[in-house]
């Protein structure tokens, strides 16, 4: 075939015309149509050489160009052309609709396309779903510093070592005085989370054999395995403690060891700051009990966004680490701030807390937990 006629209405007849002589699907018939001049795969004999002619199409004959090869699409059809994809032998109704591929690697092709978009469809609705779930959670954990209800917390001892029952049970004893003294706090303070602050209950002992997982390099790999080790370490004490985490705002753990010395030492935990866990390791006794308290008060105040007031040698910063940096004379102070840590005595000189009576929360931590508004 050599030219086909220009107007859409006379090409539709001859496509099905076309179709039917030559044994190939409309569509196949319409791309025969369009690849014109063609050479048709199928020796027409006068009578449907005559049909096509009237219908506008105009026909050439050639004698012996078909080869004996024939479509592996269209078993009737002789094969001039090969996929450039298989090499599978294709008719010029194949070569005209595929543009040089063969049917069964053209719908090969379709076939990874659609499982292309799917794969990414199904990515993208993954993604969407974290990013929900991400912005839902940090909504929730904003929500802690509105003060509208009490911030619930599970303080969690996870003993490690031969620490005394008795010594835990001081420790869950003493719980509900670290909350009253909160409460206290957001009072003296007028802070926004009047006299309600804080909701304490208290978990375990649940025994374990290693500390937390702690992160020893920074690269983002091992922080991301860190994460997934800290993450399983907590849920496994959780699950022992009969511990629901979804129940909590925050959840402190208290890894309690044995004292190995007199004296008590500050240590400082691993908590998220602005998170929803924060851990350290106290030395447990039945008179450290308000100590440990007092350290699972600052690892709280971390993960409700406060951040640490004392200098690189550990003392006070002056005036945010002090419990009331109004008082005249300022020293000695009268109580520990929570980030600080220690009672500050002179300007060189301070002591740890004795018991929870000594926590303070100083102004600058109360406008970073938001129970103050900031300074303009
Ligand atoms: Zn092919
Ligand atoms: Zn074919
Ligand atoms: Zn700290």
């Not at 369009?34 to 506008?56: F, H, N, S």
């Not at 619930?152 to 010594?167: E, F, K, N, Y």
């Not at 018991?355 to 931590?365: F, Q, R, Y």
Request: aromatic share 6%; glycine share 6%.
């Amino acid at each position: 075939m050599t030219k086909a006629p220009a107007s859409e209405r006379s090409r539709s007849a001859l496509a099905m015309a076309l179709a039917r002589l030559v044994g190939v699907s409309l569509s196949e018939a319409r791309a025969l149509l369009q690849a014109a001049p063609v050479l048709l795969p199928r020796a027409l004999d006068t009578v449907q050489i005559a049909e096509l002619t009237a219908l506008g199409a105009s026909l050439e004959t050639l004698s012996a160009v078909h080869p004996d090869a024939r479509c592996a699409r269209h078993p009737l059809l002789f094969a001039d052309e090969s996929c450039r994809q298989c090499r599978a032998r294709m008719c010029t109704a194949c070569q005209a609709t595929g543009k040089g591929r063969c049917g069964t690697c053209r719908e090969r092709a379709r076939r990874k396309r659609l499982f292309f978009r799917i794969r990414v469809a199904f990515l993208l609705a993954i993604l969407a779903g974290v990013l929900l779930w991400a912005f839902a959670d940090v909504r929730r954990r904003r929500a802690r510093n509105d003060w509208q209800r009490p911030v619930s917390v599970a303080i969690v001892v996870v003993r490690l070592g031969a620490v005394q029952d008795t010594a835990v049970q001081k420790l869950r004893q003493r719980t509900p005085a670290l909350e009253d003294r909160l409460a206290a706090e957001s009072l003296r303070l007028h802070a926004r989370a009047g006299a309600h602050p804080f909701e304490l209950t208290a978990f375990g002992p649940v025994d374990v054999t290693s500390s937390p997982p702690s992160s020893s390099s920074d690269s983002l790999w091992s922080l991301a395995k860190h994460t997934l080790a800290k993450r399983r370490y907590f849920s496994d004490v959780d699950e022992r403690a009969g511990l629901d985490a979804s129940a909590y705002d925050s959840r402190i753990y208290l890894v309690a060891r044995p004292p190995a010395h007199a004296g008590r030492k500050s240590v400082e935990g691993e908590s998220e700051e602005g998170g929803r866990i924060g851990f350290v390791e106290v030395e447990l006794a039945d008179d450290m009990a308000d100590f440990a308290l007092f350290v699972a008060a600052h690892e709280l105040l971390h993960t409700l966004g406060a951040t640490d007031k004392y200098d690189a040698a550990g003392r006070a910063r002056v005036p945010e680490g002090l419990a009331d940096p109004e008082r005249a004379p300022r020293f000695p102070q009268l109580a520990a701030e929570v980030m600080a840590r220690n009672v500050p005595l002179s300007a060189t000189q301070e002591r740890p807390p004795e018991s929870l009576d000594e926590l303070a929360v100083g102004p600058t931590t109360a406008q970073e937990i938001g129970w103050l508004p900031l300074p303009e």
